[in-house]
């Protein structure tokens, strides 16, 4: 089954960029962006339009592809896949298996064989 391209477009706007670079440094936080918009410096609505503007993903669509493109290497580095689920922040790989799919393709253990 052939993989999709997981190229994953970064923010350019200060207040998006800085949602973007806090989420990569904690991939286990799950704050709605609400949340992280007033940590920004920014309304709730700002970052929203920013993250599809400039990604061309909405901000949990763009959250999912960042934690499976960080994910891609861990079993490589011989990682189960729940340590891997843990790790990039969903609660069971029963979450993680279809945002793996939805994003490469193929499930995880299809794609690591």
Not at 71 to 94: C, D, F, K
Request: aromatic content about 8%; glycine content about 8%.
């Amino acid at each position: 089954m052939p993989a999709r391209d997981i190229g994953l477009t970064w923010p350019t706007d200060p207040r998006a960029r800085t949602v973007a670079e806090s989420l990569l440094a904690d991939l286990t936080d799950s704050r709605p962006l609400a949340d992280w918009s007033r940590s920004a410096g920014a309304g709730a609505r700002t970052p929203a339009r920013l993250f599809v503007a400039e990604t061309g993903h909405g901000f949990g669509r763009w959250r999912e592809r960042l934690r499976v493109q960080e994910a891609m290497p861990l079993p490589a580095q011989g990682r189960s896949v729940e340590s891997v689920t843990h790790r990039v922040g969903h609660a069971s790989s029963s979450a993680f298996m279809p945002a793996f799919r939805r994003t490469v393709g193929p499930s995880p253990g299809q794609f690591f064989r």
